[in-house]
């Protein structure tokens, strides 16, 4: 990079406006994670099972001893769709749910490759993709929204996520970013080894200002500005 550019790359970031010429499609929205035996943060030693990670920075948000506070902005429904390889399942690729809400839970699929059709057993795992933020960076004005996916063990915790919420709009007349959640992250075992979940419960209503940073979001997240 010559000087000149140099020079004009630096006064472009020295605008007041840098920032407010992103929009949201801009962003890469971080995905809040819940690691397991085999999640690769853990077999690289930088988290344990268990804990609740940003995906995009490798942060620690929470842990089996410590909930994250969350408040929920956005809820999408998906198919994972994954490819069944020496008994394993692979990951293929997410479907919204209402492009295809008749899929079984597994079947054959097929997809073509350089002019082929290949078909092969398939996996298909309901997911719930909630957008949240958290209140702790509410606090700190370091907001960006995470993606929070519940599904196989977990989509339990998102279908009880969506009945809290529910069940204050229906009695409280109340908008679902009107009231705080927590989010815990909970061991459990089976015939197949120990695994962690989401568990959810409702924890208190939003403050003004927290409420007001979750509208501010929603809008920015659906009008794409």
């Given at each position: 990079m010559n000087d000149l550019t140099t020079q004009q790359a630096n006064e472009l970031v020295a605008k007041d406006d840098f920032?407010?010429?992103?929009?949201?499609s801009d962003f890469e929205t971080p995905?809040?994670?819940?690691?397991?035996?085999?999640?690769?943060?853990?077999?690289?030693?930088?988290?344990?099972?268990?804990?609740?990670?940003?995906?995009?920075?490798?942060?620690?948000?929470?842990?089996c001893e410590?909930?994250?506070?969350?408040?929920?902005?956005?809820?999408?429904?998906?198919?994972?769709?994954s490819e069944i390889v020496k008994g394993q399942k692979e990951f293929w690729k997410i479907e919204k749910f209402v492009d295809n809400p008749t899929l079984p839970r597994e079947g054959i699929a097929s997809t073509e490759e350089d002019g082929i059709t290949r078909s092969f057993m398939c996996v298909n795992d309901l997911a719930m993709l909630w957008t949240v933020v958290l209140p702790e960076q509410i606090k700190r004005d370091e907001v960006l929204p995470y993606l929070l996916t519940f599904r196989g063990a977990s989509y339990h915790a998102g279908?009880?996520?969506?009945?809290?919420?529910?069940?204050?709009?229906?009695?409280?007349?109340?908008?679902?970013?009107?009231?705080?959640?927590?989010?815990?992250?909970?061991?459990?075992?089976?015939?197949?080894?120990?695994?962690?979940?989401?568990s959810v419960a409702q924890e208190r209503c939003a403050t003004k200002d927290e409420t007001q940073v979750a509208i501010s979001w929603l809008l920015k997240l659906r009008g794409g500005v």
């Amino acid at each position: 990079m010559n000087d000149l550019t140099t020079q004009q790359a630096n006064e472009l970031v020295a605008k007041d406006d840098f920032m407010g010429a992103a929009s949201a499609s801009d962003f890469e929205t971080p995905r809040l994670v819940l690691m397991q035996k085999m999640s690769e943060l853990v077999e690289a030693g930088k988290a344990k099972p268990g804990d609740m990670v940003d995906s995009l920075t490798e942060e620690l948000l929470g842990d089996c001893e410590k909930p994250i506070s969350i408040i929920p902005i956005g809820l999408a429904k998906t198919w994972f769709r994954s490819e069944i390889v020496k008994g394993q399942k692979e990951f293929w690729k997410i479907e919204k749910f209402v492009d295809n809400p008749t899929l079984p839970r597994e079947g054959i699929a097929s997809t073509e490759e350089d002019g082929i059709t290949r078909s092969f057993m398939c996996v298909n795992d309901l997911a719930m993709l909630w957008t949240v933020v958290l209140p702790e960076q509410i606090k700190r004005d370091e907001v960006l929204p995470y993606l929070l996916t519940f599904r196989g063990a977990s989509y339990h915790a998102g279908k009880k996520l969506v009945t809290l919420i529910a069940k204050k709009s229906t009695m409280a007349k109340k908008k679902p970013y009107e009231y705080v959640y927590r989010l815990s992250s909970v061991k459990e075992s089976n015939d197949k080894g120990t695994f962690y979940t989401f568990s959810v419960a409702q924890e208190r209503c939003a403050t003004k200002d927290e409420t007001q940073v979750a509208i501010s979001w929603l809008l920015k997240l659906r009008g794409g500005v």
